[in-house]
């Protein structure tokens, strides 16, 4: 069959490496894809959100099955949009539809459906410009530090904690009253802090039944230590150390299960992936947030270890057949490490030649923000690479990862050297 994966991420180039791998899998497209895509897939250059351009391409290449990579075309619609239209109804589409999608496009939503399905997270509360000042007071009630979350998207960045009361009051106010984070920040969410270690639960569900991958934890902050300004993710590690199977088991019956039947119940339909951000507090999972489609750059670590070929996955997922489908996993660790832009997650310079792929041994290399110019691989993004290893342990895996990024070199390339520090 032929295949489209939407999104130019580490997320897409390590789909389309694992779907490129399937005998099932006749012509692969990405859009609008990356240098990595590149090279095992034919790149189509069009907009994740230009649902008429996507359908043009659908029909042109004939293609049967889209995985959608990225959140916005998934809380834009893209999934209804494919359902409501003669000519591609009949194309499976891997990605929640528009109402489910809320799950991620707005925080408040998330934080509702937790609470009618009594599933585990941080107590909450949200405010819009109209009563900042009892939002100020909520604040008061809390103790430090204090979590504001932009109810809408803000791509990974629309999260705030702060230590000092008078600042929370600050920002909470440049959010709604200054629109700091834009149209996202017209509501925020003040909730409790959690304090405890974080990770990455994956599921899998074709909408009744659900099938879970391995988990994950990424490393979000700039610098050593987890200090410095939130990024997009700058390394991952799974399985996770500390997830014992007594805590997996709670994830499931806690979590993953009331998810699940939740979106059943509030008749919200969903065939693709749920991303649940949790927190282990003392011995108990909570749930900080859900993402409706695969984390980056979790992903580069978590499809690695599946065995199982993705392509029948999908399918089935599609076909609603999810339960007749085994689930085979690498029992290797995986690690990846993220090489970015100098500057990055603030302002940084594109277009910075990347040498030295060629000398990777034994690691795989997922491109992000990269692309071909001139018969070169360049930097076009913030996140530009992400060096994926295998190893008996997470330890063994890093050291490997390490050991080849000093194989390769662009003007300003900055990594953290401590992922999995914490472990």
């Known amino acids: 069959m032929n295949i489209l994966v939407l999104g130019s991420g580490g997320r897409e180039h390590t789909f389309a490496w694992k779907i490129a791998q399937s005998n099932q899998c006749t012509n692969l497209y990405v859009a609008p894809g990356n240098s990595g895509t590149s090279a095992i ?45 003669e000519a591609l109804k009949n194309v499976a589409v891997i990605g929640p539809q528009k109402a489910a999608a809320e799950l991620e496009g707005s925080k408040e939503f998330a934080k509702e459906f937790m609470s009618r399905h009594n599933i585990p997270t941080a107590a909450y509360q949200s405010f819009t410009k109209d009563n900042v000042e009892e939002g100020h007071k909520f604040l008061e009630t809390l103790n430090a530090p204090y979590v504001l979350k932009a109810d809408g998207l803000a791509a990974g960045k629309g999260v705030l904690i702060l ?43 074709d909408g009744k039944d659900y099938k ?43 979590i993953v299960k009331p998810t699940v039947e939740g979106l059943q119940k509030d008749n919200l339909p969903y065939v693709g992936f749920i991303f649940i951000g949790l927190i282990k507090v003392g011995d108990d999972p909570k749930v900080i947030e859900y993402n409706v489609r695969m984390g980056d750059p979790e ?59 060629e000398k990777v041994e034994d690691s795989i290399v997922f491109h992000a923000g990269a692309k071909d110019t001139d018969g070169k691989v360049v930097t076009s993004g913030g996140r530009v690479m992400a060096v994926t290893s295998y ?31 914490d472990l």
């Open 163 to 205: 230590n000092d009361l008078d600042e929370a009051k600050a920002e909470l106010s440049n959010m709604l009253v200054n629109a700091k984070f834009g149209n996202a920040s017209a509501k925020v969410v003040i909730e409790e802090f959690l304090d405890g270690i974080e990770l990455s639960c994956f599921v899998l569900t």
């Open 212 to 254: 879970i991958l391995p988990t994950a934890k990424d490393y979000k902050r700039i610098g050593e230590g987890d200090t410095g300004l939130n990024t997009g993710g700058m390394g991952a590690v799974s399985p996770v150390p500390f997830a014992t199977d007594d805590f997996l088991s709670k994830i499931e019956n806690q």
């Open 41 to 85: 897939a034919t790149n189509l250059d069009l907009s994740v959100t230009d649902f008429k351009a996507i359908k043009d391409a659908v029909i042109a290449n004939d293609i049967e099955l889209v995985v959608v990579g990225p959140e916005d075309p998934l809380v834009q619609g893209v999934h209804d949009f494919f359902l409501e239209d």
């Open 299 to 357: 992903t580069e670590v978590v499809l690695p270890r599946l065995k199982t070929d993705l392509v029948t996955i999908f399918k089935a997922m599609a076909k609603g057949t999810l339960a007749d489908v085994a689930i085979d996993i690498d029992e290797r660790a995986a690690t990846t490490i993220m090489l970015v832009s100098g500057g990055y997650p603030e302002a940084y310079e594109k277009g910075k030649e990347i040498t030295g792929l």
């Open 391 to 421: 190893g008996d342990t997470y330890q063994e895996a890093i050291k490997k990862s390490y050991q080849n990024i000093e194989n390769l070199h662009f003007d300003k390339m900055y990594y953290r050297k401590d992922i999995g520090f």
